[in-house]
């Protein structure tokens, strides 16, 4: 079964300061990668994707996640945050469960909750 | 194009009793999943829905229950209630690129 470790659980940094917040995950079949960002009594927004294609990807607020197919690392930085940026964030992988089908499974990592501090 | 939509937002229930939860995807979504949120076991999968037929399922007891209809809105039902079924019930909806779109939960707190 595949899994999805987020290796931080609180990540507090001040603001304007570079953040990264780590995601591997155990998978040796086909994989789509994402980043959901969770603000509080909300559900969970879509930061960025990768599906194929080039390993950086980046989201229209400043983050970037790069796939690293040999250390399955999804790692995903920010070279400056902001206030704003403080919410929980959640790593997923989505594996090829079925070809003819297409069925996937997605699963989520434990979630890092990111806290900027001014 | 309006979101996945998920009603009641907020719900509290007594032991024992039953619940039902309803959630709405974006247009032309065929497929849609449950989560359960918990501060102490994080986002936990239910089960995924696609063309009215349970795809996929997470490993939860019997208790826990869903369906889709014909126009890709689902349900999903608690019966018999216990405390540690308060939680966040998120929805999401299969978008073409694969990506997840979710509601905004619904919060049931069963006292």
């Known amino acids: 079964a595949q899994s999805v470790t987020q290796l931080d659980s609180q990540v507090p940094v001040f603001e304007e300061a570079p953040v990264e917040l780590r995601c591997n995950y155990s998978?040796?079949?086909?994989?789509?990668l994402f980043w959901y960002v969770q603000y509080p009594n909300q559900g969970l927004q879509l930061l960025l994707k990768?599906?194929?294609?080039?390993?950086l990807v980046e989201s229209i607020n400043g983050f970037e996640a790069e796939f690293n197919k040999s250390q399955t690392s999804f790692h995903l930085r920010k070279p400056s945050v902001h206030i704003s940026d403080t919410a929980e964030y959640f790593c997923?992988?989505?594996?090829?469960?079925?070809?003819?089908?297409?069925?996937?499974?997605?699963?989520f990592g434990s979630g890092t909750r990111l806290q900027v501090q001014p | 194009k309006a979101g996945v939509t998920q009603t009641p937002r907020y719900l509290i229930k007594t032991r024992g009793q039953q619940v039902t939860l309803s959630c709405s995807p974006i247009?032309?979504?065929?497929?849609v999943s449950w989560y359960q949120q918990t501060p102490g076991q994080g986002l936990q999968f239910l089960f995924e829905y696609f063309s009215e037929t349970q795809r996929n399922k997470g490993n939860f007891p019997g208790r826990f229950s869903g369906r889709q209809f014909s126009n890709s809105r689902s349900e999903m039902n608690v019966s018999t209630l216990e405390l540690g079924d308060s939680a966040l019930y998120l929805c999401a909806s299969e978008g073409a690129g694969r990506e997840a779109f979710f509601g905004q939960g619904t919060r049931l707190t069963v006292v």
């Open positions: 998978s040796s079949v086909s994989v789509y």
């Open positions: 247009s032309g979504h065929r497929s």
């Open positions: 990768y599906l194929s294609g080039s390993t």
């Open positions: 997923a992988v989505s594996i090829l469960l079925e070809g003819y089908t297409g069925r996937r499974a997605l699963t």
